[in-house]
């Protein structure tokens, strides 16, 4: 069964870089079926999509956040990564990473990964 | 402001049916698929619905997708305690070069 499990830092300073991985088991992060994907939730808010990236380096990503946004993957160690930079505390929020099914016209995220809150202040 | 828009809250009693509705515009429901994904209080959203009305293995039958110009809708029949949730829509918009979510419908089975 497929799982994903996020980790990073639960801490950031403003105008630092917000670093976080997803670590996939019970698959292959080279899968030519899937990207994968990070969604952020601010607290008592929505969802929000990040971008997501394919296991061969394609990435597509939030045209709000493109600016700041960084993703890569890592098949030595299935894992995928995100990094936000000159983060606010506009960027406080739970963020999840999940399997992206994604054509381009049809896209769904499953499983999501438990995760990870990240609160941006000095 | 959601690029998709669902009302904040529905409520119903338990054994009774709810509709939670996603409007969006040609660019994202009217030519892509909706998905349907259920957030328990403190846990990770879990895809109900995707592509439209399908359900993933697990996802019981009482939970149902469907989609009509550019508007999706979610159905709940049978409504438990245990369904008490935030659920969320969301595609991908053309014009955007995004995946977009709905603002959120909380679930409330009185």
């Known amino acids: 069964q497929l799982q994903l499990q996020g980790s990073g830092p639960g801490l950031v300073k403003p105008s630092e870089t917000l670093s976080l991985t997803c670590t996939v088991t019970g698959g292959s992060i080279s899968s030519s079926d899937y990207y994968w994907g990070w969604i952020r939730q601010p607290p008592g808010k929505g969802l929000e999509w990040i971008g997501s990236v394919y296991y061969g380096g394609n990435t597509y990503y939030n045209p709000s956040l493109k600016s700041r946004v960084t993703m890569s993957v890592d098949m030595s160690k299935n894992y995928f990564s995100l990094k936000l930079t000159s983060v606010t505390a506009a960027d406080t929020a739970v963020y999840f990473c999940?399997?992206?099914?994604?054509?381009?016209?049809?896209?769904?995220?499953?499983?999501w990964g438990q995760g990870t809150l990240v609160t941006v202040s000095s | 402001q959601s690029v998709l828009t669902q009302p904040p809250s529905v409520s119903a009693a338990p054994g009774q049916k709810v509709t939670i509705s996603c409007s969006g515009s040609?660019?994202?429901?009217?030519?892509?698929?909706v998905s349907w994904y259920q957030q328990l209080p403190g846990t990770a959203p879990k895809l109900l619905i995707y592509?439209?009305?399908k359900r993933p293995s697990g996802i019981p039958d009482r939970f149902s997708g469907s989609k009509s110009g550019t508007s999706g809708s979610l159905g709940i029949t049978g409504l438990q305690t245990g369904d008490e949730a935030d659920y969320y829509c969301g595609t991908w918009d053309s014009s955007l070069s995004a995946v977009v979510f709905g603002g959120g419908t909380k679930l409330t089975v009185l």
């Open positions: 040609s660019s994202n429901i009217g030519n892509n698929f």
């Open positions: 592509d439209n009305n």
């Open positions: 999940a399997r992206h099914k994604f054509s381009g016209w049809y896209d769904w995220f499953d499983p």
